[in-house]
């Protein structure tokens, strides 16, 4: 094919253009489609998560079933009690622990509605059901049922007068039963015998079927009365525990026994008088001695506030031992001390402070064993008796806990024992001591004189003058009270009743200065 130009062809440009146009849509229309996605229902995926979404649902659906249908319908929720109720009170089902009986079933659709009328005829039929039950079992003899039944229909509020009826009926079904010659004959006889603890329960089951049989009153009466007799000579010797267990017993047979407030008295009065032993005790560090006391006074009184605060008091004097003794480095009865506190309160703040002490002090010795040659102990230890020396100018013979002549006396020892100052030091400690509670004392420092008392005491805790010199300084706290007292100084006068009280309990004139201090106390409120 010849082609001619394009100004030969006689034909315009458009005219050329056109063809290729077609052309071109042509082949777009040859070309083959791209397949679109299918739709969403037919994709397997979608169909594999709603068939999941649907088996979860249908799961919920059948175990949730009732919930849902009590949260949905609460009618048909009281529809069910009420019918359960109805089953159970027919099968004479009338109270259960578990709560299928009639009478939780009826009260339960009442809670759910209390305007319904069913559910509350519903608890009156079975409280006369429980009646009903009552009578038939004393009939059969069956009293412990019988008192069940009736306890029910009780708590479900029958006409008072029919339910008294029926327990008159149990009471002479009961004595008629169970003999009561034959149980006041065996009271009679374990009374014989001196076996309180059988005479008494006897006598108490015939007055419970017997209320108002003369010769059962009279038989508790005596037997109650050598019972309360026991409870007193058990206070006189000391054994709190039984008396009181002994006087609560007694309560419990009969609350208005005309001995019960004299012994009841007596039971204060040997719980407060315990309770100040254990208080002198705590004072004079005989730690022991002092948590025995207390813990005799929680067993006779669990609830005796001052014991309890005093347990936790020698907690704290055995804690500040261990400290001391671990100033000392004295490490086993450090040891020793700190188990007693932990035994006693392990949680106690000053517990814990006392271990961390000991800890320091072990760590402190440890330290200057290795390291601290013997002119260097020797210069600290001159250093610490110079502090003793001032400690005991200012009377801090045993506090404050580290800073006392004591402590640091005992820490001189520790660094230098064979010194000569240490050991001079040390047997000046102990007369000093002694003097200056005899200075103290002339000049009525009654404070500062127990100050001096109490050092002597721990440095010499045997010599025999301590009793005189106890009864001394009781004497001289009532006489200083006494001015104070009539100078109108009743906070002063109170602290030396307590003081005296402490260091001798029977010291002559206590009783009427303390008479004199609670007048006034009691005119100042």
């Not at 506030?305 to 704290?316: F, K, T, Y």
């Not at 001189?412 to 102990?430: F, I, K, M, T, Y």
């Not at 010199?469 to 104070?484: C, D, M, S, T, Y």
């Amino acid at each position: 094919m010849i082609r001619t130009p394009d100004n030969q062809s006689g034909k315009s440009p458009g005219d050329r253009v056109e063809p290729v146009a077609d052309w071109l849509q042509e082949v777009e229309f040859r070309r083959p489609a791209r397949p679109s996605p299918p739709p969403a229902w037919r994709d397997r995926r979608y169909w594999r998560w709603a068939l999941a979404i649907m088996l979860v649902a249908g799961v919920a659906v059948v175990a949730f079933r009732q919930p849902l249908a009590n949260l949905m319908w609460p009618d048909m929720r009281v529809q069910r009690l009420l019918g359960e109720a109805e089953i159970a009170l027919k099968q004479g089902k009338l109270n259960a622990a578990d709560g299928t009986g009639a009478r939780q079933r009826f009260e339960a659709a009442l809670a759910l509605d209390s305007d319904r009328s069913e559910a509350r005829a519903g608890l009156s039929r079975v409280a006369e059901t429980a009646l009903a039950q009552a009578r038939a079992q004393l009939r059969a003899n069956r009293f412990e049922d019988a008192r069940q039944s009736l306890a029910l229909a009780r708590e479900l509020q029958v006409p008072r007068a029919v339910a008294d009826a029926v327990a008159d009926q149990l009471r002479r079904g009961e004595a008629a039963h169970a003999g009561i010659d034959v149980l006041m004959a065996e009271a009679a006889a374990a009374q014989a015998d001196g076996q309180l603890g059988i005479a008494l329960p006897l006598y108490q089951r015939v007055l419970v079927l017997e209320p108002n049989q003369t010769a059962a009153l009279e038989g508790r009466e005596d037997a109650l009365s050598e019972w309360l007799q026991q409870a007193s000579q058990a206070l006189a010797g000391g054994d709190l525990a039984r008396g009181s267990s002994l006087i609560a017993q007694a309560r419990g047979y009969d609350p208005g026994h005309v001995d019960l407030p004299g012994l009841e008295a007596q039971l204060a009065r040997a719980i407060e008088h315990r309770r100040q032993l254990a208080d002198v005790d705590l004072r004079r560090q005989r730690l022991d001695r002092a948590l025995t006391g207390y813990r005799l006074v929680l067993a006779a009184s669990a609830d005796d506030a001052a014991a309890a605060q005093g347990i936790e008091r020698v907690a704290s004097a055995y804690a500040q031992r261990a400290v001391r003794e671990a100033a000392d480095f004295d490490f086993a009865k450090a040891e020793a001390s700190l188990a007693l506190a932990r035994e006693i309160a392990p949680r106690a703040a000053v517990v814990k402070e006392a271990a961390q002490s000991l800890a320091r002090a072990r760590q402190s010795q440890s330290r200057m064993t290795s390291s601290m040659p013997p002119r260097e102990r020797i210069r600290r230890s001159r250093v610490l008796l110079a502090a003793m020396e001032q400690a005991e100018a200012r009377g801090d013979w045993l506090t404050p806990p580290g800073e006392s002549a004591y402590d640091k006396l005992r820490a001189a020892q520790s660094l230098a024992p064979d010194d000569v100052e240490v050991r001079r030091a040390a047997a000046r400690l102990l007369p000093a001591t002694r003097s200056c509670f005899e200075e103290q004392l002339r000049g009525n420092r009654v404070r500062r004189a127990r100050a001096c008392y109490d050092a002597w005491q721990t440095l010499e805790p045997g010599n025999a003058q301590l009793s005189d010199a106890r009864r001394r300084l009781a004497q001289k706290w009532l006489a200083v009270g006494g001015e104070r007292l009539g100078a109108g100084e009743v906070a002063f006068a109170a602290e030396a009743l307590r003081e005296a009280r402490g260091l001798d309990a029977g010291a002559p004139g206590l009783a009427e200065f303390a008479a004199r201090v609670r007048s006034a106390e009691a005119g100042g409120d």
